[in-house]
């Protein structure tokens, strides 16, 4: 078993990004981004969150670190820009903006997309977890399967999470959703600052 799958490295692949991403915190945030959706829709956004947060952390296993040297970009200056992009959209829900409904004819915002797919749940913390573990692996295919399934279990649990968000949304009935989406706006902002107070403190560190 140990040829084809290194149990140990999968578990803390897992167990990692399932603390980073937060599956289960996921919920009211995403409630709050899709107050104005109908089911079918908040299904959809669902879906396509998940399947873009897997593509860039996938994709940023595989070049993220080539990608970042050739743009000269830092890691500080990653995780500083989806804090404060993150912050924009806390305010927004705080502030009500999100429960407007958007013209049908406006194909411009998706919030599946951005920032609920990236930076919120492929954030800078997921990003360079996956970036780390492919790093330090030996190279070997039991390495490279044991973080490919953790990667995927992960992002099978946020799809879970977030379909079945849609019986919270039948529980908590329209007032409810709006007292979470106020919660969620304000844990967002939260989360927001500290990366932005993470990032500061890794410039300052640097210099």
């Not at 099978?156 to 009935?173: E, S």
Request: net charge neutral; with cysteine; hydrophobic share 60%.
């Amino acid at each position: 078993m140990s040829n084809v799958l290194d149990v140990h490295l999968f578990a803390s692949v897992f167990i990692t990004l399932f603390v980073i991403m937060d599956p289960p915190g996921t919920v009211p945030i995403f409630l709050g981004l899709t107050s104005a959706m109908s089911r079918v829709q908040r299904n959809r956004a669902a879906r396509q969150a998940v399947a873009v947060a897997f593509g860039v952390v996938v994709a940023f296993a595989l070049f993220g670190q080539s990608l970042l040297s050739y743009m000269h970009v830092s890691l500080p200056a990653l995780q500083a820009s989806g804090g404060l992009l993150l912050l924009l959209v806390a305010m927004e829900l705080l502030t009500g903006k999100m429960e407007e409904p958007q013209p049908s004819g406006n194909t411009n915002v998706n919030v599946a997309l951005v920032p609920l797919g990236t930076p919120l749940l492929a954030g800078p913390g997921a990003i360079v977890a996956t970036m780390v573990f492919v790093t330090q692996s030996d190279g070997t295919t039991a390495d490279w399967v044991a973080i490919a399934l953790g990667v995927l279990a992960v992002h099978i649990c946020l799809y879970l999470a977030m379909r079945f968000a849609n019986v919270i949304h039948r529980v908590l009935g329209e007032s409810g959703t709006i007292l979470v989406t106020r919660i969620a706006g304000l844990l967002l902002a939260a989360i927001a600052v500290q990366l932005v107070a993470d990032a500061v403190e890794a410039f300052i560190k640097a210099a």
